[in-house]
């Protein structure tokens, strides 16, 4: 499903991936392709150090610049940042959180964000509540107007793949909390599927290790937001930590970045010919794709496409393990948004920090299996994955 929003350009989002704004970078010389300004310093014109834009990389570079204005542009915000990873984006983003004040956040979350919640809760003095994340009153009723700072969402989870009403929930938060700030890590459906700053979110964050990239050659984090006083806050710690990203994997995630719409594309088709190739065979498929997701029409409300994640259950953790290890063309690996197609058992790979009887009480079944579906053919993606079924002991039908 192709994303027809337009930009303030008024291009087709799939144009503006491409596309480099001119005044995104100074280049003297009309490079066809954003120069890499890999310096840590800049000369100065002055005694007193004025007189130029750059003066220590930390601060500002040029390449970086450049993918910031075009990540701001394709996520329609007021100012975008890239920094190191997607887990520095969050702890940015926490760091706007004081002593005393709450996160509300899912109950589905992935696994780092879970262990870094943990750690302020422990060590910041910051209360989390986890909720299901599905139910606009479950956020509600734990939103308090002195309190609340942030409310940290995921939709589709990952991964039990749950949808959360975004507009509902940033809605009610805007009334109830004034100084509360919406928090959405868009990662799992990338700008190009579902843009949450028009859905009402503050912040919007990815790990553009991810589908930004999508070749798994690159750790970023992205961060974009609707205010500029919102702006204001995030540069200043990313400044004072050091955290933005250098000027040769900018550069990188910019390339990346100009072929997320077609690999989107491609990625989504396979996933949802496995999807239902896999519901064929009466297993439990997660994918919001699938008409049988109990939030199908939710999320065709919230996003333009359904993503290349989905998540099934066996019924028994020996056989998901066969199933896994049974596989020759999915890579078994965490992470998800590259070219090459990804199996691994949540619970034991990118969910394992999450303590077991926290899992169980999330409902996070250990037999899980995760899908992070590639450009290949699907046809070669869906004959492995029926050779890894009857392998493990699992009677294929065609």
């Known amino acids: 499903m192709a994303n027809e929003a337009r930009t303030k350009n008024g291009y087709r989002l799939a144009t503006e991936l491409v596309h480099i704004d001119s005044d995104a970078v100074k280049d003297s ?10 310096t840590a310093t800049f000369k100065q014109t002055e005694a007193g150090g004025a007189g130029s834009e750059y003066d220590y990389s ?3 570079n040029p390449t970086r610049t450049a ?31 004081k002593t005393g004040q709450e996160i509300i956040a899912g109950d589905d979350l992935y696994g780092g964000t879970n262990r870094l919640l943990t750690y302020v809760s422990q060590y910041n003095g910051v209360k989390v509540h986890n909720v299901d994340t599905t139910s606009v009153d479950r956020v509600v009723e734990r939103l308090d107007a002195v309190k609340t700072r942030l409310v940290l969402l995921e939709s589709p989870t990952n991964p039990l793949i749950k949808i959360a009403d975004l ?14 700030l919406v928090v959405v890590d868009n990662t799992m459906m990338s700008p190009y599927l579902q843009n949450t700053l028009d859905l009402g979110a503050d912040i919007e964050y990815h790990s553009g290790t991810k589908y930004l990239s999508g070749h798994h050659d690159l750790m970023a984090g992205v961060i974009g937001c ?14 004072a930590s050091g955290s933005g990203l250098g000027p040769f ?34 297993l439990k498929v997660r ?17 333009s496409g359904s993503g290349a994640v989905l998540s099934f259950e066996t019924g028994d953790v020996g056989l998901s393990e066969r199933i896994v290890e049974s596989a020759r063309l999915w890579g078994i690996s965490v992470s998800f948004g590259c070219v090459n197609s990804l199996i691994s058992m949540p619970c034991k790979m990118s969910h394992a920090s999450i303590p077991a009887e926290v899992r169980k009480q999330r409902r996070l079944p250990e037999d899980l299996i995760r899908l992070c579906v590639g450009i290949e053919d699907p046809r070669d993606l ?6 890894a079924l009857k392998k493990a002991g699992v009677d294929v039908k065609h």
């Open 29 to 38: 010389y009309n490079a066809a392709s954003v120069p890499i300004y890999q």
């Open 58 to 60: 930390r601060s500002g």
């Open 67 to 97: 993918v910031e204005a075009h990540m701001a542009k394709i996520m329609r915000a007021e100012r975008a940042f890239v920094v190191t990873t997607g887990m520095t984006a969050l702890d940015v983003i926490l760091r706007l959180v």
């Open 167 to 180: 507009r509902t929930i940033a809605s009610r938060v805007h009334e109830q909390c004034p100084d509360a």
């Open 226 to 239: 609707r205010s500029a006083s919102v702006g204001e806050q995030l540069y200043f710690v990313i400044n």
């Open 249 to 282: 994997d900018s550069w990188l995630l910019l390339r990346g970045v100009k072929t997320l719409g077609i690999r989107m594309e491609k990625q989504q088709s396979n996933a949802e010919q496995i999807a239902e190739f896999l519901e064929a065979q009466g």
């Open 287 to 303: 994918y919001p794709g699938l008409k049988s997701h109990p939030q199908y029409e939710l999320h065709q409300q919230l996003a």
């Open 382 to 387: 869906i004959d492995d994955l029926a050779q």
